[in-house]
């Protein structure tokens, strides 16, 4: 699919997914805010509601599907029940499967890199991190686990919890404008 989304689900961790909004604005990429439902207003995993740029009747509405590459992303905050939300949401987890297997990059944080990316086929090899407690499932399909606050592999961006939020967010700009752009956000918030 092209394009950059983040996608929002009821339970959401509010700082790993405003942290890399915020960073990935600031470097110039025109993310998106998708909530899973038919109303943009999603409420986070302490109680913030938040709204979406789009419902995600709109957003299939206008997505395009054609032509994806490594420089459109998916990403997916953690927290819980967030990311099994995501995970739950059938339609959103084809187009993930279809995007992957297209060529394009994803990116997830905390529980959604077992919960969610942990759906993707071939991850054997692959380096992920992901919150405590959660790697078991991605080690169990072959993934090496670290306990780096951000690994990317190729097109495979994960973070491991919301202490690692502009860290990751900084990693995907990196991955998607260089990592000129990634250094002088960096620098723009005193990092």
Do not use: W
Not at 1 to 19: P, Q, R, V
Not at 72 to 97: H, K, Q, Y
Not at 131 to 156: Q, S, W
Request: net charge negative.
């Amino acid at each position: 699919m092209k394009g950059a989304y983040i996608f929002f689900a009821n339970g959401f961790e509010e700082t790993e997914a405003l942290a890399p909004i915020d960073v990935l604005r600031r470097g110039g990429v025109d993310l998106k805010i998708v909530s899973i439902y038919d109303d943009k207003t999603v409420t986070g995993s302490h109680k913030i509601p938040m709204i979406a740029d789009m419902s995600f009747p709109e957003f299939l509405a206008q997505v395009e599907l054609a032509g994806t590459t490594e420089g459109d992303i998916m990403v997916f905050p953690g927290g819980m029940p967030g990311s099994t939300n995501l995970a739950a949401c059938d339609r959103l987890m084809e187009l993930m499967l279809r995007h992957y297997d297209e060529g394009g990059s994803v990116a997830a944080i905390c529980a959604a890199p077992s919960v969610v990316l942990g759906k993707l086929p071939g991850l054997s090899g692959k380096t992920m991190t992901c919150y405590d407690g959660f790697e078991p499932a991605l080690v169990e399909k072959g993934v090496r686990h670290t306990k780096d606050g951000v690994a990317v592999d190729g097109n495979i961006i994960t973070g491991r919890g919301a202490g690692h939020a502009v860290a990751f967010g900084l990693a995907i700009l990196a991955h998607l404008k260089g990592q000129e752009t990634a250094d002088k956000v960096a620098a723009s918030i005193m990092l």
